[in-house]
């Protein structure tokens, strides 16, 4: 954060979280059902964890023409970010499971992701989800000189360009966290004393960060060349696992904050922002083909990031009927909820909203 943390308005639309609260509290009561996963989730983990590593093993163990070895780690790619939303999204906020320890096991699945769960959970658990959209405080909204997220941000001339060249830097977000991000981010957090709990000992997350990267890069890029597959096609193959999962997993954060219909508030002198948190996440969020079933059922409910944002400590499978309560109490209570039918429609809106932005603000 660049400056003091925003303070939330207590202004009269706290009406709408004590509603929508008890509404979500009275549907788990009365149909006796736990906030977290249940078979559901547990299956789903077994699919995404089929589509990640199946590929891994039939490319260690089996000769096969380049083509269908780049193929394969597209799929991995796929599950990649399928396991990223699924599962390790789900175990970082405690919705996997009412266990702890089994939340741990599904959230440290980042690590094999190429993330750190310390880092993860700085970001998205307290800086976006507490700050959601906030220049400055939400650092999903960086992203350096390259790309323009608000029009609160510096603008510069190859902004004009970013609604074509973003796709491809897209894809290398997740080879960034395997590379460089997560040794920067952990430099910064530690040193500003951040943590989404207990705050180990710096000795503790710099271990755990060193280890975990050697088991990572061990998986995969040491072991295949020990089993034989050509160093350059290894390579190859990693660059394109990230760049495939780097992709879908930018795209689906960026339809829910990004696109035109989303606030970029800004705190006034006194470092308050106008509403409520809970209100605030309907003016910066939206949801995308909510009646989608493949795009509920891959994206982990990422598609209901409203209701996630809301209740982010409720597993996505239960984000379908939340969804409901949460559209009814806005409407009795005149607040926006953000909403596309499609997929393709967020996408239409959220490169047209990045076209906008990288227009000259002097002569807009």
């Known amino acids: 954060m660049n400056n003091a943390a925003p303070i939330f308005s207590k202004n009269d639309s706290i009406k709408f979280f ?12 009365d149909n006796n059902l736990e906030k977290t996963g249940n078979w559901k989730l547990h299956l789903k983990t077994i699919v995404m964890f089929s589509i990640f590593l199946t590929p891994y093993f039939f490319l260690l163990a089996m000769d096969m023409p380049f083509w269908t070895y780049l193929l394969l780690n597209v799929v991995i790619g796929i599950g990649m970010a399928g396991v990223g939303m699924n599962v390790m999204h789900d175990g970082n906020h405690g919705a996997y499971s009412s266990k702890s320890w089994v939340n741990k096991i599904m959230g440290g699945s980042i690590y094999i992701l190429a993330g750190n769960v310390y880092n993860w959970q700085v970001q998205h658990n307290v800086l976006h989800h507490t700050y959601t959209n906030i220049l400055g405080h939400d650092e999903d909204l960086e992203a350096g000189r390259i ?49 989404y709990g207990e705050l180990k000992k710096p000795v503790i997350h710099w271990t755990t960060l060193i280890i975990t990267k050697i088991i990572y890069f061990s998986i995969w890029l040491v072991i295949p060349m020990v089993m034989g597959i050509t160093w350059w096609k290894v390579v190859i193959g990693f660059v394109v696992m990230h760049y495939t999962a780097g992709v879908i997993l930018s795209v689906v954060f960026q339809l829910a904050h990004v696109v035109n219909e989303t606030d970029n508030p800004v705190p006034d002198e006194n470092g308050e922002i106008e509403n409520t948190w809970a209100v605030h996440q309907l003016y910066t969020t939206a949801n995308f083909a909510p009646k989608n079933w493949l795009v509920n059922y891959y994206t982990g409910g990422l598609n209901h990031q409203i209701e996630h944002h809301i209740f982010p400590n409720i ?34 809106s959220h490169f047209t909203h990045l076209r906008d932005l990288g227009r000259n603000p002097q002569l807009a």
């Open 18 to 29: 004590r509603t929508l609260n008890k509404k979500v509290n009275d549907y788990f009561k």
């Open 147 to 195: 790309l323009r997220f608000t029009k609160e941000a510096k603008w510069y001339k190859h902004h004009k360009f970013q609604q074509y060249y973003s796709v491809f830097l897209y894809g290398l977000l997740t080879f960034n966290w395997a590379i460089t991000t997560d040794f920067l981010q952990m430099k910064r957090y530690l040193k500003r004393n951040l943590s």
């Open 315 to 348: 597993s996505h499978i239960h984000y379908s009927k939340i969804a409901e309560f949460v559209k009814e109490t806005a409407r009795e209570c005149n607040l926006p909820y953000y909403e596309f039918k499609t997929t393709r429609a967020a996408i239409y």
